[in-house]
């Protein structure tokens, strides 16, 4: 199994951002997918997840209307979305899933958000 985050980097606050994770290993299209974050110094969060069919995305308070996740099944890969950053958005955001109850990790991208 391998999940693989790309489209991090530094942009200035009111930016955006559109994260991917290139997944492989599994059977993607029948697998619940999320995002969580973690800031220098805090726990990991989560951020979003959808269904495997793209249906009913949820989202931490902390960026609701800010951040949409969406994935394409044909591609193997889910993204992340994200407008109207913020400065408190800073983070390594990382790439989750859990085939057959086993718990996977992307490597991570690093987010930051500063002027």
């Known amino acids: 199994v391998q999940l693989v985050e790309s489209g991090g980097g530094l942009v200035q606050p009111g930016g955006s951002l559109r994260l991917s994770c290139a997944t492989s290993?599994?059977?993607?299209?029948?697998?619940?997918m999320r995002w969580y974050r973690q800031a220098p110094g805090k726990e990991r969060e989560l951020v979003a997840g959808?269904?495997?069919?793209?249906?009913?995305?949820n989202y931490a308070d902390s960026v609701k209307g800010r951040f949409t996740i969406s994935r394409d099944n044909a591609k193997n890969t889910v993204y992340l979305q994200m407008n109207s950053l913020k400065p408190e958005d800073t983070a390594v955001y990382f790439c989750?899933?859990?085939?057959?109850?086993?718990?996977?990790w992307g490597q991570g991208t690093q987010v930051t958000i500063s002027s």
């Open positions: 989750y899933a859990r085939p057959w109850a086993v718990d996977y």
């Open positions: 290993g599994f059977t993607f299209s029948s697998t619940y």
């Open positions: 959808i269904s495997s069919g793209g249906t009913g995305p």
